[in-house]
């Protein structure tokens, strides 16, 4: 069975800072890679869709890579602004691609 | 375009007391997911349809869970009886097909067991 991972469980960064969110996971056999962002009391929204078969995506401040063979996933938020505060949950889709495996998430405070 | 709808936002209920979620998904997307999501936890898979036909139920505790998709758009997720460990947050979230393209989540149902 799939394990995802995410490390830091938590993180408190001041405003402008760039930093990464660490994802991994145990069986490299995935469709593809999604980095969520979820606020208090909301459902989530997809940031980043990373198919198997490609290396990174970039929306704006946020870039996401993919290592498959090492199981890795990273996602970089550049000048982090204090709207950026949530957690961040990552979820990989195995080769059938119907299911979604979550990690635990890392919340985000950052700092004005 | 309108989101994935879901209701109520909010229950609290007693254990041994049943309790149901309703769920619309975006149009047109044939796919619905149910996921309990327990504080602090990552959400977890409890049942996926495919238009009104089960994919996965293997995580869902059919001794008390039960959900339907009855005519492949709009989807109900009952709990009964409930116990004090249901107590999460039930994401319903839909996409286009299956096959793992961008899904999109509703606000939640928040579920209180006292």
């Known amino acids: 069975k799939q394990e995802v991972t995410q490390i830091p469980a938590a993180l408190s960064v001041p405003e402008g800072e760039n930093l990464v969110l660490n994802c991994s996971f145990t069986d490299s056999a995935i469709y593809n890679l999604q980095w969520f962002r979820q606020d208090p009391g909301k459902g989530l929204t997809s940031l980043l869709l990373i198919q198997s078969s490609q290396r990174e995506q970039t929306s704006g401040r946020l870039n996401a890579s993919l290592d498959k063979s090492s199981g890795r996933s990273t996602l970089y938020i550049a000048a982090s602004q204090p709207g950026d505060s949530a957690t961040y949950l990552c979820?990989?889709?195995?080769?059938?691609?119907?299911?979604?495996?979550f990690g635990t998430g890392t919340s985000l405070t950052v700092i004005p | 375009e309108a989101g994935v709808a879901q209701s109520p936002r909010y229950k609290i209920i007693e254990k041994r007391q049943s309790v149901a979620f309703w769920c619309n998904p975006i149009s047109g997307h044939a796919t619905l997911y149910w996921y309990q999501q327990i504080l602090g936890q990552g959400p977890k898979l409890l049942i996926q349809f495919q238009n009104n036909g089960v994919v996965d139920d293997s995580q869902l505790p059919k001794d008390r869970f039960s959900a339907e998709r009855l005519k492949g758009v709009d989807s109900t997720l009952k709990i009964q009886p409930a116990k004090l460990e249901d107590s999460a947050v039930y994401l319903c979230?839909?996409?286009?097909?299956?096959?793992?393209?961008?899904?999109?989540f509703g606000e939640g149902s928040w579920l209180t067991v006292v």
């Open positions: 979820a990989v889709s195995p080769n059938t691609g119907n299911q979604f495996y």
């Open positions: 979230a839909s996409t286009e097909f299956a096959g793992g393209n961008t899904i999109y």
